[in-house]
């Protein structure tokens, strides 16, 4: 799992590409925690293009994420979510609490 | 002989009476990096089961939670213990069709697993982890916890509705 940060206006959007699971979910959560927490970056958006695969942790990561903006009042946003990454979060019943678009260009513009 | 096998009670070991169908053994550690050659691993047999794309998703995905789960709270995060995965293909009659399934059964040497703590969590409080259990039991037909011997052995089943698929023709019932 690789996972890389860049600027576009007042967002970070994080490229994360592979597998996020038990071995690796803690990048994750801690490089959303640093953009939301540490960076006050007012609006994170999570590529997840590259992901072929997400688990519960994985999904942990991301509540994580979302709660962590709620509580400094920022935005984030998920793009680019495959088949798989959609039906883990449906089932797990979180599909409608994330902002979820098809790409960059609408997950930018939101 | 692995760990696992010495310990395997006398039952468990009758149990491979249902090798006609017995399709796959994984052996592995505890480690998660492991986790992703499980995964791929049964990506191709359950395509070759005749499973749809989204039927393998979450038969995947079911044991993936499965044994992160072994390695989270069985092993507490040990990287260097035992795992098996046992995979065979199932068939069942029902209203004349027959449905082709498969039967997944994790071993590990942990702890008895306190079986009062298996509910899965309410999913109103959003909040991180906890949802292992809930998709495991989201993705398979069935899901049965057992303890056997000094064993803790978990069952999944799942059938693909369809009289379509698969491997040979032996005809089994799942126990």
């Known amino acids: ?110 | 002989m692995n760990p696992i096998a010495a310990k395997q009670p006398r039952d468990m070991k009758k149990s491979s009476k249902l090798s006609r169908s017995f399709l796959l053994k994984l052996e592995l550690r505890s480690h998660p990096t492991l986790l992703c050659v499980i995964r791929g691993a049964l990506g191709p047999l359950m395509e070759m089961l005749g499973f749809s794309p989204e039927h393998s998703r979450e038969i995947i995905r079911a044991v993936d939670e499965a044994v992160s789960n072994i390695m989270r709270h069985s092993y507490q995060g040990r990287p260097d213990q035992p795992i098996e995965v046992y995979c065979s293909r199932l068939q069942r009659r029902t209203n004349g069709e027959t449905e082709q399934g498969v039967e997944i059964l994790l071993f590990d040497c942990g702890p008895a697993v306190d079986t009062t703590k298996l509910e899965a969590r309410p999913l109103d409080e959003v909040r991180p982890g906890g949802l292992g259990l809930h998709i495991i039991r989201g993705s398979m037909d069935t899901v049965q916890y057992k303890r056997a011997g000094r064993l803790n052995r978990l069952r999944l089943v799942k059938f693909a509705r369809s009289s379509k698929g698969g491997c040979g023709s032996a005809e089994e019932k799942p126990s």
């Open chain 1, 1 to 110: 799992m690789k996972i890389s940060a860049r600027r576009v206006d007042k967002a970070t959007i994080l490229d994360v590409s592979g597998n996020i699971d038990m071995s690796n979910s803690p990048e994750v959560r801690k490089a959303l925690l640093r953009e939301l927490r540490e960076k006050g970056v007012s609006r994170v958006v999570l590529n997840l293009t590259g992901v072929e695969y997400i688990d519960s942790s994985g999904v942990a990561s991301l509540v994580e994420g979302l709660k962590a903006s709620r509580e400094s009042g920022s935005r984030f946003v998920l793009f680019g979510l495959n088949d798989s990454a959609r039906e883990v979060l449906k089932i797990s019943r979180l599909l409608k609490l994330f902002e979820v678009y098809d790409d960059e260009t609408q997950a930018i513009a939101s």
